[in-house]
């Protein structure tokens, strides 16, 4: 069985450090992308890159590009997003989902990491 | 870059009604839209890849239609357990992008 299983909820002060993992199961890990997803409080879903753990290609959406770093540790089937410097604008739910080299879809995704920014 | 448009933003309909929300893109790009369910408090969940296929597993009363610029999704009779939030999702190589729709929240009249 596919699953993607994130790491839990955080709460931090806006200026802290933070890293958030999904790890992959039941599939060849180095052989799909993770994207992840950010979903802020009430708002629609919004792409913020994707990596393949195969060779660590990583691809950034222009909003989000310099504001966070996607990273993956194949060794340990797990993915990885993280800021140096967290806002309270980056309070939002951040999904991890898998896409299929070759398709446009993401087809199985996390259960969701809360990052709560707040001083 | 590419823009989606997804219309309405909600939508109150009854049991056993007939359902569709369109999704339109600023420029051609073919059949690379693909349409998910997000459930309060879960992850979204693929439906529709590909404009029209049917992910497996997922009821037949759920279709996508479409090409080019103009995209439909149809929940052919509303059951109680659709009440979700419904996105498109397109995505563009030149830049390497993947955009989702604002979205349709649905709601049972």
């Known amino acids: 069985e596919v699953q993607l299983v994130q790491s839990g909820a955080e709460v931090k002060k806006p200026g802290e450090s933070l890293k958030i993992s999904c790890k992959g199961s039941?599939?060849?890990?180095?052989?799909?992308?993770i994207g992840w997803v950010r979903q802020m409080p009430g708002k629609g879903l919004e792409w913020m890159g994707i990596?393949?753990?195969?060779?660590?290609?990583?691809r950034y959406s222009p909003s989000f590009q310099g504001q966070v770093t996607i990273s993956a540790d194949k060794s340990i089937s797990t993915a990885y997003l993280q800021w140096s410097s967290l806002k309270a604008s980056d309070t939002a739910m951040y999904y991890c989902?898998?896409?299929?080299?070759?398709?446009?879809?993401?087809?199985?995704w996390g259960q969701g990491t809360l990052v709560t920014v707040s001083s | 870059d590419i823009q989606m448009t997804q219309s309405p933003s909600s939508l109150s309909a009854s049991v056993g009604d007939r359902v569709t929300i369109t999704c339109q893109a600023s420029?051609?790009?073919?059949?690379?839209l693909n349409w998910y369910q997000q459930k309060p408090g879960k992850a979204p969940k693929l439906l529709i890849y590909?404009?029209?296929n049917l992910e497996t597993g997922v009821p037949s009363r759920f279709s996508g239609s479409g090409s080019g610029t103009d995209f439909t999704f149809t929940i052919s009779s509303l059951q109680p357990e659709d009440i979700a939030t419904y996105y498109c999702?397109?995505?563009?190589?030149?830049?390497?992008?993947?955009?989702f729709g604002q979205g349709t929240k649905l709601e049972i009249k």
């Open positions: 039941g599939y060849s890990f180095t052989s799909y992308w």
């Open positions: 989902a898998r896409n299929k080299v070759g398709a446009t879809t993401f087809d199985y």
């Open positions: 999702q397109q995505y563009d190589n030149l830049p390497y992008m993947y955009t």
């Open positions: 420029q051609d790009i073919s059949n690379y």
């Open positions: 590909d404009a029209s």
């Open positions: 990596i393949y753990p195969g060779d660590s290609d990583t």
